[in-house]
């Protein structure tokens, strides 16, 4: 079955407490990026990679990193969170960046307190 | 950033009504496509227009791309419950995919 993958899908840390997102795809897709969902502010995109290696700020890079070591993966690094990154995560990859379809993970709800 | 305006942001009807929802914007795109988020869940892909003026259908959605690629709208006739959920737009710019706020639709029976 064609998904994306993330976990946890719930977490709750402490400020300053490094933590690691995975999120891992089996559709062989190229391009995958990162995005969190407040309300009011609808999804706002972190960062995105568009191949093995490459990786590019979104609008919201702030307090974030990414690596992409390999192309199913995409992990988010939250070096040192803070109460203002609580929020609902989406991880998301596509054949490409236009007219394609994004498939979505089923999100992390992330509470730093 | 290239902006996406989703109207109305709510929407709370009966089983049975008509509505629609609109996506606008003061740029041109290639492409524009729809998304249904439900609670809990991921976004899904409902449809992609690439064309202007293009309609699709959806069973009871209907999707409309502006002529001039810079809006795009969903119909949907007869609401049902299982309609409920967040609607969303997205379009492509630069290199990023670009979501609008969303229009939360509420149907009641």
């Known amino acids: 079955e064609a998904q994306v993958t993330q976990n946890p899908r719930y977490l709750i840390t402490v400020t300053g407490k490094k933590l690691t997102v995975t999120c891992s795809q089996n559709?062989?897709?190229?391009?995958m990026s990162w995005y969190r969902q407040d309300p009011g502010l609808g999804l706002r995109q972190i960062y995105y990679s568009m191949n093995v290696e490459v990786t590019d700020k979104g609008d919201v890079p702030e307090g974030y990193k990414v690596s992409r070591k390999e192309k199913r993966n995409f992990p988010l690094i939250l070096e040192s969170p803070s109460p203002n990154q609580t929020s609902l995560y989406f991880c998301?990859?596509?054949?490409?960046?236009?007219?394609?379809?994004?498939?979505f993970g089923q999100g992390t709800r992330l509470t730093v307190v | 950033t290239q902006l996406l305006e989703q109207s109305p942001q709510f929407l709370s009807i009966q089983e049975g009504e008509n509505l629609t929802v609109y996506c606008n914007s003061s740029?041109?795109?290639?492409?524009l496509q729809w998304y249904r988020q439900e609670p809990g869940e991921g976004p899904v892909l409902l449809v992609t227009?690439?064309?202007?003026?293009e309609v699709k259908k959806l069973k009871r959605l209907t999707f409309q791309f502006g002529d001039a690629r810079k809006d795009s709208s969903l119909h949907i006739t007869a609401a049902q419950p299982g309609d409920t959920g967040l609607y969303l737009c997205a379009a492509s710019s630069g290199t990023a995919l670009i979501f609008g706020k969303g229009t939360t639709l509420s149907v009641s029976s």
């Open positions: 740029s041109v795109f290639s492409s």
């Open positions: 559709m062989n897709h190229e391009y």
């Open positions: 998301a990859s596509s054949l490409g960046f236009r007219n394609t379809e994004a498939f």
């Open positions: 227009v690439v064309t202007g003026g």
